[in-house]
């Protein structure tokens, strides 16, 4: 069965700096796509990233890049220059399927406070 | 385009009414999904829709809950009798490019 798994429950990081939100998944399928998505406090979700599992170069959109490692079953959201705006909850998500019309399942989330 | 749009944004309900939260997706795009976000499950896929067709609900918690898509235009997720562990911000959301488009959510709270 598909599985997303974020380990940390919240982290800090100081305003200006990196911070990685770390994702693993369990998946026997061969072809499957990965996301991040962040919730602010105000509550609507946010697609931020997307990387194919057929994908080569790690995807990267503006400050958020996609540290995708397949052998290890790793995709870890690397923000770069964290603003305060940042603040949020962060979802590590999979989908099965190259395509959009399957499903996709969430991890549990990372809340991430940036400090002045 | 107005995105994804969902009605109500709150809810308030007493224990064995029926609700109906409405969708009204982006149009042109085929795919439909309603989430439900709780603290203790997170979000879980309810039952998702293609073409107007469901593909699977196997995520619907009981028979109280249903939900349909009559056209490309309108979805609706319906719990009757509602109870008070259905407490939660249901989402619903189309695929737009790679990723999903969220609604902003309908918190409903059944007291």
């Not at chain 1, 069965?1 to 200006?16: D, N, S």
């Not at chain 1, 939100?21 to 946010?46: A, H, N, R, V």
């Not at chain 2, 009204?24 to 439900?36: C, D, M, T, V």
Request: hydrophobic content about 35%; glycine content about 8%.
């Amino acid at each position: 069965a598909q599985k997303i798994t974020q380990t940390q429950p919240g982290m800090f990081v100081q305003e200006k700096e990196a911070v990685t939100l770390d994702c693993t998944y369990d998946t026997s399928d061969q072809s499957y796509g990965l996301f991040w998505y962040k919730q602010p406090s105000s509550g609507e979700m946010i697609f931020l990233i997307y990387q194919g599992s057929y994908d080569e170069q790690n995807a990267t959109e503006g400050r958020y890049s996609l540290n995708f490692q397949k052998a290890r079953k790793s995709a870890n959201l690397v923000i770069s220059a964290s603003q305060l705006g940042d603040s949020a909850m962060y979802f590590c998500a999979m989908r099965e399927g190259n395509t959009g019309g399957f499903k996709t399942i969430f991890g549990a989330g990372t809340r991430l406070f940036v400090k002045a | 385009d107005a995105g994804v749009i969902q009605s109500p944004r709150h809810e308030v309900t007493e224990m064995g009414q029926e609700v109906t939260l409405r969708c009204k997706p982006i149009s042109g795009h085929n795919s439909l999904f309603w989430y439900r976000q709780t603290m203790m499950r997170g979000l879980e896929l309810l039952i998702y829709f293609n073409n107007n067709v469901p593909i699977d609900d196997s995520g619907m918690p009981e028979d109280r809950f249903s939900a349909k898509m009559p056209n490309a235009s309108f979805s609706t997720l319906k719990i009757q009798p509602s109870e008070p562990r259905d407490s939660a911000v249901y989402f619903c959301a189309t695929v737009i490019g790679d990723g999903y488009t969220f609604g902003s959510g309908t918190r409903l709270t059944v007291v």
